[in-house]
């Protein structure tokens, strides 16, 4: 009933009202308690007559009718550390490399990072 809202991954940029998505990944396990994400994100519209849209599902201002159906290329890594069987760390970074339909509609680039600590009880 109500998405995820980092659907594609963790910066959450983009909504999945009208979205193509393609995402290749690989997951590596160095030792148990280490797993290692590295994904590439390929993103279309299904037509270029409807918006693109935010991650809360609003439409993006100038885009609807405008431009082709590439949206955007998304490369992340994320790491995922078990400290303890209570304690976990995960961090990583996305880059999103924007199409010139979303520049023009006043989008540019992004990187975004995150981490964070979680304790289970």
Do not use: C
Not at 9 to 36: C, F
């Amino acid at each position: 009933l109500y998405p995820k809202m980092a659907y594609f991954n963790q910066a959450g940029l983009l909504g999945t009202q009208n979205m193509i998505d393609v995402q290749p990944n690989l997951t590596l396990y160095p030792n148990p308690a280490l797993t290692i994400t590295l994904a590439h994100d390929l993103l279309w519209r299904q037509t270029t007559q409807d918006a693109e849209y935010s991650s809360i599902g609003t439409p993006l201002p100038n885009t609807a009718g405008q431009g082709n159906k590439y949206t955007s290329g998304q490369s992340s890594v994320d790491i995922g550390w078990k400290l303890t069987p209570y304690l976990n760390f995960n961090g990583g970074l996305v880059y999103v490399d924007v199409s010139d339909s979303l520049k023009q509609a006043g989008g540019q680039d992004t990187t975004f990072s995150y981490l964070t600590l979680t304790y289970s009880f």
